[in-house]
């Protein structure tokens, strides 16, 4: 159910429910449902239409309709999500997505409204099913649009069968249910995730975690909310998740319980079953930005200075060993992206990661992915065996998407023998928890080395670590670009070359918060740059005298 909301220039506002399509221009006698009357407006300016994803808006007018401040281009559809503001002469009209609310003497039926949407759901799918023979068919070998549209047009069969009461069907669909919704959410059961389709489709929202069928929590703008949507049953969840990892080759079941895979477009998936997971399957989906970040977004989004990205493009440039460290979620993958964006094109580069996130975009790139064991326990390529293989494979650079255990290693001991220029993530909170853990990951492999061995290994192989953090207002940003310089005694040393100064906090009115503080460089100018000046890659010493520049 949506609406919009349109504000006129004198000031007043007029709620318009939205049907399956709606017009908008300046004449009342051609069929438009919203009259906005300006010369400027076109007779018939605009439409909104409802599609299987939700609704689009298209322009149509001579003059230009414009969306979140952006130009439309005339006659391309666009989908539009909840809070849109479209611009059209001096009329602005408020795009809102608006739960369905029952009526007042449904209210207190409101779990029994949800377990007879659960109960019809499953049913009519049997049906579509059934009827349709779907699973004889081969998804991946039929035309998709031809195939939805069949499918949807047999769900709108069976419930307009079911209204009525021709079928002969042992039971009713309650009036409260919305329609539309419960055909798209059938739709989306049969040949897609089912309520996870809707969730994947909002730009807004990043990360998709459902605990339990009917506890689903969605991060979006760096909050975390529950989700109206549920699953209705564990099967269900179950289906979801094998329709994912079936075709990577993966497989989950009560010998092998968790898995992690990827979506089509990159997005990384990990699932869990029982017994492992006390409350039933459970999913969480880090989505893959639809739009590839660039540094420049760093640098708008306020995660970095040009200051800070010029001197990390010159690192990489000078093949310089990198490492970047960070929590859960705070932006590590996006960041070694976008780093691993500034090698140059005449280098062979091999990514190496358990589900293939990396999107570079280099030609002369080979990507690997790790392999979990068979049904038998056998078969199983791991990270480290990748590493070791990718030395035979004449690399000029080895990016690998996260070092975690043994492979830390061969890693080092690649970087130290001619393989510079590598790059990877790890998991720490800051740059000397960093060190820490990869003297950790090191132990693992199983060498007895001593810890002074491990740490002249470290010392020697990685040049640079930056600290990638999620701070208090869920907003991503660079805390610490460090050199490591060396060792004194049994001890490696590190020098911060930049770093963000929290100075305080602003709450706002909507009870959110927002973090106060400024990028600085300490004053500190790196080993390195000599090697820099020597290889023509120029960075004035400036750069590192200390500075403010607030964020």
Do not use: W
Not at 239 to 263: K, Q
Not at 402 to 426: F, I, P, V, Y
């Amino acid at each position: 159910m949506s609406r919009l909301q349109l504000r006129k220039p004198d000031g007043t506002e007029e709620i318009i429910e939205l049907q399956d399509e709606c017009y908008i221009g300046r004449r009342d006698d051609v069929g438009n449902n919203i009259v906005l009357p300006d010369r400027i407006v076109s007779s018939k300016h605009a439409v909104i239409t409802k599609g299987v994803d939700g609704y689009e808006i298209k322009d149509i007018s001579a003059n230009g309709s414009y969306l979140n401040g952006k130009k439309l281009i005339p006659g391309e559809f666009v989908r539009l999500k909840d809070g849109d503001k479209i611009d059209i002469s001096s009329f602005t009209i408020i795009f809102q997505k608006v739960e369905k609310v029952l009526k007042p003497e449904h209210k207190e039926k409101c779990s029994e409204v949800n377990d007879d949407m659960n109960a019809v759901k499953s049913r009519i799918h049997e049906l579509v099913i059934e009827r349709m023979d779907l699973r004889k068919i081969d998804i991946t070998k039929v035309d998709k649009h031809e195939l939805y549209k069949n499918t949807m047009d047999k769900i709108k069969a069976i419930v307009a069968e079911i209204d009525s009461g021709v079928a002969k069907i042992d039971f009713k669909i309650p009036e409260e249910i919305d329609r539309d919704e419960l055909i798209k959410d059938i739709l989306d059961l049969s040949l897609g995730l089912g309520p996870l389709e809707m969730l994947l489709a909002d730009p807004e929202i990043t990360e998709i975690m459902v605990n339990s069928r009917d506890h689903i929590f969605i991060e979006s703008g760096g909050k975390l909310t529950r989700s109206a949507k549920t699953f209705f049953s564990d099967e269900q969840v179950r289906s979801v998740i094998e329709r994912i990892v079936a075709p990577l080759g993966r497989r989950i079941d009560e010998s092998s319980p968790m898995v992690d895979a990827r979506l089509h477009d990159g997005s990384r998936v990990n699932a869990v079953i029982p017994p492992l997971a006390l409350k039933g399957p459970c999913i969480t989906i880090r989505k893959f930005p639809e739009k590839k970040l660039l540094v420049d977004d760093l640098i708008k989004f306020g995660s970095i200075t040009p200051q800070m990205a010029e001197f990390l493009n010159a690192c990489v440039k000078a093949r310089k060993n990198i490492i970047i460290s960070g929590g859960t979620g705070s932006g590590k993958t996006t960041l070694l992206n976008i780093m691993a964006s500034f090698i140059p094109d005449d280098e062979r580069i091999v990514t190496i990661e358990d589900a293939a996130e990396l999107k570079l975009p280099q030609e002369n790139l080979v990507s690997l992915e790790s392999r979990p064991p068979n049904i038998e326990g056998k078969g199983a390529i791991t990270i480290r065996d990748l590493v070791i293989n990718a030395l035979r494979m004449r690399p000029d650079r080895i990016v690998i998407g996260e070092c975690r255990g043994k492979e830390a290693l061969d890693m080092l001991q690649a970087m130290n023998t001619g393989h510079d220029g590598s790059l990877t993530t790890c998991h720490a909170n800051s740059p000397k928890d960093a060190i820490a853990r990869l003297e950790t990951m090191i132990l693992m492999a199983g060498m007895e080395l001593p810890i002074k061995a491990i740490r002249q290994q470290i010392s020697s192989a990685i040049n640079i670590i930056i600290q990638q953090s999620r701070i208090m207002d869920y907003s991503r940003k660079i805390t610490h670009i460090s050199e490591v310089t060396g060792m004194e005694g049994e001890i490696i040393t590190m020098q911060d070359i930049f770093r963000f100064v929290q100075t305080g906090i602003i709450s706002r009115e909507d009870g959110s918060i927002k973090v106060q503080g400024y990028f600085t460089a300490t004053g500190f100018v790196p080993k390195l740059i000599e090697e820099l000046d020597v290889k023509g890659i120029k960075i004035p010493r400036e750069v590192f005298y200390e500075n403010r520049e607030q964020r």
